[in-house]
């Protein structure tokens, strides 16, 4: 906002003349009959007569934002053509103009003194000497101790040493390089209106070869590592706190640590503020001040505050003095002296100080509490206070060493809050805070304010904010968001949406929730964090969307298909599945399914010419065929080779489904049958024959391997079936003989060989009698069939139990249900690949 020239009306417009611009401000002075400042009271009220709405287009990256503070920001796609060219530098003039608007603004009313610099010449040339060198180095120094005053004086030894000059940047606040940089780069190039993504941001600072003086450092370890490495041309001069992150061992920072003062400087520095020579009753104080205090500057510039505010007091009780009181003056005639402050208020001179200064003065004092030490632009303070002549309350307070300079605005020293608000300074801060966010709102909402005016106001709007109820932050934060938007301070249009999103939630703004998330999204999509972008997107299209916003919804609709095609892009092609065998396994692949004769048993007993089961459920693999050592009989076991069969085509497999394809076929030709071992053909000349005779192996392994587990689970089992009605074959079959010679009761259920027959030989003399129905019929032990002939023809298959109970049809000859009927099964299934 403008400060009010001449008379004001009932209206609150200004009677003539124009508003002067506010210095360093780089805006033109507002004509007369333009609407300025109001009141707090009126400035809710004054938002239906602020003009048209700023409509701001930027460059960010490969898009282009259009801020529209209406209804939300706009982003789409560079278009073709419309590329901005390669940003230049700035020469000598600009960035002497440049330096010009760092620096605080002029105070109006008298100059303030300057602060002389004592008994630091040593550190200065310290660091002009390593500055000169290319080296980094670490200022350190407690709050208070001249760390400020002292860049002063090297920036202006070092303006020719660099070919970039001197850049001067505010590290309070900032906990991460990424808005430094971007700060960085915005002050060295020509770039208006454009914000480059990251990889271009990287590659533009690295050219940069600048001297930077980062004052009120708050970061270190890795994020300051990252601003070093980003920038490697740069000679960073860091003024930070005890309190600050160290940086890391890797760094290689030089550190120069800053003290206090001694006694000799103590006192010419009280000298100077004050003006004249002390007393030795003031420099005994002086002694016991600097010990208390340990010689920081800042306590003696307080000091000497309170020896002119001293000898103010006493110079007008001596005019006063020399004039009669009158009948009705209480005042004595012979008053006391103003006696020097005691130790403990020099030490913590806050509330002293404000005591003595004017009422205007003590209301920014107010202000700057509840702003959680920020104080206003002068220009704003006429409306925030309610005296037009409140702008020349902070040279008052700077004079007094109350304020302190940071970057380009102003913030109370260190310590003085916490002084003031123990005396009751800070006990009003929630209607200070409420009147700051209502201006604010009005002021950052005017169509006459530039957003870089808003972004040199940005701490104080984000502490009105903070501090101010749900209403009046829905209020400011969507006034001063477009603002930060197009200023491009990007981190304080994120905290401002932030702020918003909450305070719209509570109030039960909805249409101002759906606005704050949109902005979150597009925010984050500029930025290429694509994933928090999506869901900030969706959840203002879902809010907009309740509310029928058709407007919202489509802006919102769009900017998530960047999202969606962002996404799309980034995911980089993935090179052609193919799959290859490994060494071991490409050697097996020439692996083949052999039969291998069993040894026959030297014994003529017929439990010898049974396979052992073990060694029929045992699956070896074969690298070369074995020919086979004696004639094949009808006994012999097969044993199975799993071989991982290898793509053999001219191409390789470029998808899943032709690799799967390839390896297992979906109609695969039926095994042919086995015959007698043959010697093995040359390998790589029939893929496709080799391929349908690994697939029938594997097919006849499986069902082997399931006949053998429920084999294995019907004879191992020593527990009694439960009741069920006997199974019944209308098939007539022959009985298996109730006993074999060598074969105990115990023994185990064999496994019946690959070849073995369907049926069994019934000898005579032997007749299965039919279990009684409801009984459970009595385990019978397996036998094992007796051997078929490779002529005998194919056994019929078996016919399932029946499922419910009833009287048995006509009766067979088939017996009770044993693991023999199992056994038949399997050997049935396993038959066609074993036959001859």
Same mark, same amino acid.
């Given at each position: 906002?403008? $400060?009010i020239q001449?008379?004001t009306?009932?209206?609150g ?6 508003t002067p611009?506010v ?5 033109a002075?507002?004509p007369?009959g333009?609407?300025?400042?109001p009141?707090?009271s009126?400035a ?7 003009? #048209?709405?700023r409509v ?5 990256? /490969?898009?282009?934002?259009?801020v529209? #503070?209406v209804?939300g920001s ?7 053509g419309t ?7 700035r020469d000598a003039?600009?960035r002497?103009a440049?330096d010009?608007? =760092? *620096? !605080?603004?002029?105070?109006?009313g008298p ?5 002389p ?6 550190e200065?040339e310290? &660091?002009?000497?390593l500055?000169?060198?290319?080296r980094?180095?670490r &200022? @350190?120094?407690p709050?208070g101790?001249? *760390? ?6 090297v920036?202006a030894r ?7 000059g001197v850049?001067?940047l505010?590290g309070?606040g900032?906990q991460?390089p990424s ?5 960085l780069?915005a002050?060295v190039?020509?770039a208006?209106?454009e914000r480059?993504e990251?990889?271009?941001l990287?590659?533009r600072?690295r /050219?940069?070869?600048?001297?930077v003086?980062?004052?009120?450092l708050e970061?270190?370890g ?10 490697p041309?740069?000679?960073?001069l860091?003024a930070?706190?005890?309190?600050? $992150?160290s940086p890391?061992?890797?760094?290689h920072i ?5 003290g206090?003062l001694?006694?000799?400087?103590c006192v010419d520095l009280l000298e100077?503020? &004050?003006g004249?020579?002390?007393?030795d ?6 002694g016991?001040?600097r010990f208390?205090?340990?010689?920081l !500057?800042l306590?003696?510039v ?5 020896l ?7 110079h007008a ?7 009669e ?7 004595p005639?012979?008053?006391a ?6 130790l403990?208020?020099?030490?913590a #001179?806050a ?5 003595r200064v004017s009422?205007?003065?003590?209301a920014?004092l107010r202000i700057a509490?509840a ?5 206003? +632009?002068?220009a704003h ?6 005296d037009? +002549?409140? /702008?020349?309350?902070? %040279? ?9 300079p940071v970057?380009?605005?102003y913030r109370l020293a ?5 002084q003031l608000?123990e005396v009751?300074?800070g006990?009003t801060?929630?209607?200070e805070?409420?009147?700051?966010a209502?201006?604010?709102?009005w002021?950052t909402g005017?169509?006459s304010?530039?957003p870089e005016?808003v972004?040199?106001e940005?701490?104080a709007v984000?502490?009105?904010l903070?501090?101010?109820d749900?209403v009046a ?7 001063a ?5 197009g200023?491009?301070h990007w981190e304080?249009?994120e ?8 305070a719209?939630?509570?109030?039960g703004e909805v249409?101002?929730?759906?606005y704050?998330h ?5 925010l984050a999509?500029?930025?290429g964090?694509?994933d928090?972008a999506?869901?900030?997107l ?5 809010l907009?969307g309740?509310?029928?916003d058709?407007?919202g ?10 999202v969606?095609?962002?996404e799309a892009?980034e995911?980089?092609p993935? !090179?052609?599945? $193919?799959?290859e065998?490994?060494a071991a396994?490409?050697a097996?692949s020439?692996?083949?399914?052999v ?8 014994s003529p =007993?017929?439990a010898?010419n049974?396979p052992n ?5 045992t699956?070896?693999t074969r690298v =070369?065929?074995?020919a086979?050592?004696g004639p ?9 080779t ?6 053999r085509?001219?191409?390789?497999? @470029?998808?899943?489904s032709e ?7 979906l ?5 042919p049958p086995?015959?007698?071992?043959? #010697?093995?053909p040359?390998?790589a000349? /029939?893929a496709g024959?080799?391929?349908l005779v690994?697939l029938a192996?594997?097919g006849a392994?499986?069902v082997?391997a399931l006949g053998?587990v429920?084999a &294995?689970a019907l004879?191992?089992s020593?527990?009694a079936?439960?009741?069920?009605v ?10 298996v003989?109730p006993?074999t010679?060598?074969t105990?009761?115990?023994? %185990?259920?064999?496994e019946p060989?690959a070849s073995?027959p369907a049926?069994e ?13 409801g *009984?459970t019929?009595g385990?019978? %032990?397996?036998?094992?069939p ?6 005998s023809p ?6 399932p139990? %029946?499922t419910?109970e ?6 067979t000859e088939t =017996?009770a249900?044993s693991?023999?009927?199992t056994?038949?099964?399997?050997a049935?299934a396993a038959?066609p690949t074993?036959?001859?």
């Amino acid at each position: 906002m403008d $400060r009010i020239q001449g008379q004001t009306g009932q209206d609150g417009q200004p009677a003539g003349g124009s508003t002067p611009p506010v210095p360093g401000s780089g805006q033109a002075p507002v004509p007369s009959g333009a609407t300025a400042a109001p009141t707090a009271s009126a400035a809710p009220t004054a938002t239906a007569a602020q003009g #048209p709405a700023r409509v701001v287009s930027l460059t960010a990256g /490969d898009f282009t934002l259009t801020v529209n #503070p209406v209804d939300g920001s706009e982003i789409e796609p560079l278009r073709p053509g419309t590329e901005r060219s390669r940003s230049a530098k700035r020469d000598a003039a600009a960035r002497t103009a440049r330096d010009t608007a =760092a *620096r !605080p603004p002029a105070l109006p009313g008298p100059a303030v003194p300057v602060r002389p610099l004592l008994a630091r010449e040593e550190e200065q040339e310290r &660091l002009v000497r390593l500055l000169a060198r290319g080296r980094s180095v670490r &200022l @350190t120094g407690p709050s208070g101790s001249g *760390r400020s005053v002292l860049l002063d004086a090297v920036a202006a030894r070092c303006a020719g040493l660099a070919p970039d000059g001197v850049v001067r940047l505010s590290g309070y606040g900032h906990q991460q390089p990424s808005e430094l940089l971007q700060t960085l780069y915005a002050t060295v190039y020509e770039a208006p209106g454009e914000r480059p993504e990251r990889d271009e941001l990287l590659a533009r600072v690295r /050219d940069i070869g600048a001297i930077v003086l980062l004052d009120d450092l708050e970061m270190g370890g890795t994020a300051l590592d990252e601003l070093l490495r980003a920038t490697p041309e740069c000679a960073y001069l860091l003024a930070a706190t005890p309190e600050t $992150r160290s940086p890391s061992d890797d760094s290689h920072i030089e550190e120069v640590f800053l003290g206090g003062l001694g006694k000799t400087e103590c006192v010419d520095l009280l000298e100077a503020g &004050l003006g004249r020579p002390l007393t030795d009753e003031e420099t005994a104080w002086a002694g016991d001040l600097r010990f208390a205090s340990e010689g920081l !500057p800042l306590r003696f510039v307080q000091a000497a505050a309170l020896l002119r505010q001293r000898d103010e007091l006493n110079h007008a009780v001596e005019d006063d003095d020399e004039e009669e009181p009158g009948v009705f003056d209480e005042r004595p005639r012979d008053p006391a002296q103003v006696p020097l402050p005691t130790l403990a208020e020099g030490a913590a #001179p806050a509330e002293l100080l404000a005591s003595r200064v004017s009422e205007s003065a003590r209301a920014a004092l107010r202000i700057a509490c509840a702003l959680g030490g920020e104080l206003p +632009h002068h220009a704003h303070l006429p409306a925030l206070v309610g005296d037009t +002549h409140a /702008d020349t309350a902070v %040279p008052e307070l700077l004079a007094c060493g109350l304020l302190t300079p940071v970057g380009t605005r102003y913030r109370l020293a260190a310590g003085v809050a916490r002084q003031l608000e123990e005396v009751g300074y800070g006990d009003t801060a929630a209607e200070e805070a409420r009147t700051a966010a209502r201006h604010y709102a009005w002021w950052t909402g005017h169509a006459s304010v530039t957003p870089e005016r808003v972004a040199a106001e940005a701490d104080a709007v984000l502490a009105a904010l903070a501090g101010a109820d749900v209403v009046a932050a829905v209020l400011l934060a969507r006034t001063a968001a477009p603002a930060f938007a197009g200023s491009l301070h990007w981190e304080a249009w994120e905290r401002v949406l932030r702020s918003g999103a909450e305070a719209a939630r509570k109030a039960g703004e909805v249409a101002e929730q759906a606005y704050f998330h949109h902005e979150l999204g597009v925010l984050a999509l500029c930025e290429g964090r694509l994933d928090r972008a999506r869901a900030e997107l969706e959840t203002s299209i879902g809010l907009r969307g309740a509310l029928a916003d058709k407007r919202g919804t489509v802006a919102g609709r769009r900017a998530l298909a960047l999202v969606v095609d962002r996404e799309a892009a980034e995911l980089a092609p993935s !090179p052609p599945l $193919r799959l290859e065998a490994p060494a071991a396994l490409a050697a097996a692949s020439e692996a083949v399914t052999v039969a291998t004769p069993a040894t026959p048993a030297a014994s003529p =007993a017929p439990a010898a010419n049974r396979p052992n089961p073990s060694l029929a459920r045992t699956a070896s693999t074969r690298v =070369a065929p074995v020919a086979p050592v004696g004639p094949v009989s009808a006994e012999a076991v097969t044993r199975m080779t799993p071989v991982v069969p290898v793509s053999r085509s001219s191409e390789p497999p @470029t998808t899943l489904s032709e690799v799967f394809e390839d390896a297992f076929p979906l109609a695969p030709k039926p095994a042919p049958p086995a015959a007698l071992p043959k #010697p093995a053909p040359a390998p790589a000349k /029939d893929a496709g024959r080799r391929r349908l005779v690994l697939l029938a192996g594997a097919g006849a392994l499986t069902v082997v391997a399931l006949g053998t587990v429920v084999a &294995l689970a019907l004879g191992s089992s020593d527990e009694a079936p439960p009741a069920q009605v006997p199974a019944v074959s209308l098939t007539p079959t022959a009985v298996v003989p109730p006993t074999t010679a060598g074969t105990g009761g115990n023994d %185990p259920a064999p496994e019946p060989p690959a070849s073995a027959p369907a049926s069994e030989s019934a000898q005579p003399g032997q007749s299965a009698a039919a279990p009684t129905p409801g *009984r459970t019929p009595g385990r019978t %032990p397996s036998r094992r069939p007796s051997p078929t002939t490779p002529n005998s023809p194919p056994p019929s298959s078996v016919s399932p139990p %029946p499922t419910t109970e009833g009287p048995s049809p006509t009766p067979t000859e088939t =017996a009770a249900p044993s693991p023999t009927a199992t056994q038949a099964v399997t050997a049935t299934a396993a038959s066609p690949t074993t036959g001859p």
